[in-house]
């Protein structure tokens, strides 16, 4: 997510229950999440830890070269997430939603053929038993205690047919709902993670049959948010372009999911003790690089916050269990985390506050200050030893060697001149769009040394090499 994609930030339509959220909390203008793809940022949300320090990855890489970071960080049985230690403060914890924190492949699933209709018996068994193994194990490994509405990861990657590859918002909206009821009288955190904005384009959910869900076909959900003909009208009458239409219709049905949500906290009387945190796991543009990566993130808590509060500071989705755990009341001493709350720099600007961000993906890692980014990519020993200054040009920051012609994956070589330099720097006082690469300028010399020092300065406590930096 963009901030052109909500009211509050810099869209030029209004989202008005999620702008509503930061008009009467706080709205932060530097959220840099540590990785720009969902797998690797959710680990971070979920444990509060950079996501190199999963620990599957030790299974494929050596700690000794540069470790791949992609859809590759799973959490395993054994990892302390935020449900966790919520729940060892007493809470109950939900999660709805979109996990894609496991491996595809992973579990013994049905086979479920595309074209098979849904409401085939034999269909409809293994579509239920598929499901109910993915509640499981999500349950088991995350640390849950109620799980509901799960998409595995993308549905387009699930074991279901065709006629069930949607987006269902109205869905997961439900669950959460069915959480709150459920749990009104008891102290709770629900982490709801929507499957929007995403690929495939969501409009052509919202013109599909909206009981169709990864658990097959359901009824319960349909009345839990204004219904998909409501959103279409809505989102139709300015008469927009295709682009347009599929991106204001997929914000206004996450905007009533937010809506339903304060709703029924406001309808329970509970929504003055309740803290709200809403924010993406990665932006959109720049995707699967270190390059931008400013998203939106507002935190909401009536009677606590100054209303309508805006922060400039240098904030990263490892600091998300570290505000709700000290929201908690409950002092963070049983695990170990990277982020920091958020809560004192909330509750006083002036505080002393992180001066950079760390940022990791792929083989590419970065390193932010309000002033200027370093961009270091360093590839493991292997890969190294097939580039030279005259094919590097075709080796991605994944380390995969295109033919010529091709591009990366998200085709980043063409929004960002500096691809494949091995160092960048950007001077985003000038450059807030990272076009012009400066660490061969030797004005930038000394910036350049000082933000090459900031890095090493990460790398000595996370578990893996990172070339000269690890040195």
């Known amino acids: 997510m963009n901030f052109d994609d909500l009211g509050c930030y810099t869209a030029n339509f209004e989202t008005p229950n999620i702008d509503q959220l930061a008009k009467q909390g706080v709205k932060f203008t530097r959220y840099i999440p ?3 793809l969902c797998s690797p940022s959710r680990y971070s949300v979920l444990t509060g830890r950079y996501a190199s320090r999963s620990d599957v990855l030790p299974r494929e890489y050596p700690y000794d070269e540069p470790v791949f970071i992609r859809w590759n960080t799973d959490i395993i049985q054994g990892d302390k ?8 403060r007493g809470y109950v914890t939900g999660f709805t939603g979109k996990w894609h924190n496991w491996a595809k492949g992973s579990l013994p699933l049905w086979h479920v053929p595309d074209h098979e209709d849904p409401e085939n018996p034999l269909m409809v068994q293994k579509i239920e038993k598929n499901y109910q193994l993915t509640l499981d194990t999500v349950k088991l490994t995350s640390g849950f205690d109620y799980v509901g509405a799960v998409y595995a ?3 387009n990657w699930l074991p279901i047919t065709s006629k069930l590859m949607y987006h269902n918002q109205h869905w997961i909206t439900h669950h959460s709902l069915q959480f709150i009821e459920e749990n009104k009288d ?13 690929a495939p384009a969501p409009i052509r959910s919202l013109k599909a049959d909206p009981r169709a869900t990864p658990a097959g076909y359901k009824t319960d959900h349909l009345n839990a948010q204004p219904s998909y003909e409501s959103i279409l009208e809505r989102a139709t009458k300015d008469g927009l372009n295709e682009k347009e239409l599929n991106k204001r219709a997929t914000m206004i049905w996450l905007d009533d999911a937010v809506g339903a949500i304060v709703d029924k906290l406001e309808k329970l009387g509970i929504r003055d003790n309740t803290l ?3 924010a993406s796991d990665h932006q959109s543009y720049g995707k699967m690089t270190c390059n931008l990566g400013k998203a939106p993130f507002i935190i909401n808590w009536p009677g606590h916050f100054e209303e309508g509060e805006v922060i400039d500071e240098l904030i990263s989705n490892i600091d998300v269990v570290p505000t709700v755990l000290e929201a908690s009341g409950v002092p963070q001493t049983d695990v170990k985390l990277d982020g920091i709350s958020l809560l004192p720099l909330i509750n006083d600007t002036s505080t002393d506050w992180r001066s950079s961000l760390y940022m990791e993906v792929t083989y590419t890692r970065g390193v932010a200050t309000k002033d200027y980014k370093y961009i ?22 994944e ?14 070589f063409k929004k960002f001149p500096g691809y494949f330099d091995n160092d960048q720097l950007y001077d985003l006082r000038k450059d807030s769009l990272e076009q012009n690469n400066l660490a061969g300028d030797p004005e ?16 000595a406590d996370l578990p893996y090499a990172f070339g000269e930096f690890s040195e």
């Open 376 to 397: 270091a990519t360093r590839f493991p020993s292997e890969i190294e030893d097939q580039i030279t200054s005259e094919n590097r040009h075709l080796f991605t920051q």
């Open 186 to 198: 008891k102290p709770f955190f629900l982490y709801t993670a929507s499957t929007i904005p995403h």
């Open 81 to 88: 997430t935020i449900a966790h230690l919520m729940k060892n």
């Open 153 to 155: 990861t993308n549905f």
């Open 444 to 459: 930038y010399a000394q910036v350049m040394t000082e933000m090459k020092a900031k890095l090493k300065a990460y790398s």
């Open 399 to 412: 380390g995969l060697k295109m033919k010529e012609g091709e591009g990366d994956r998200y085709n980043a």
């Open 34 to 36: 540590s990785t720009s």
């Open 276 to 278: 709200i945190i809403f």
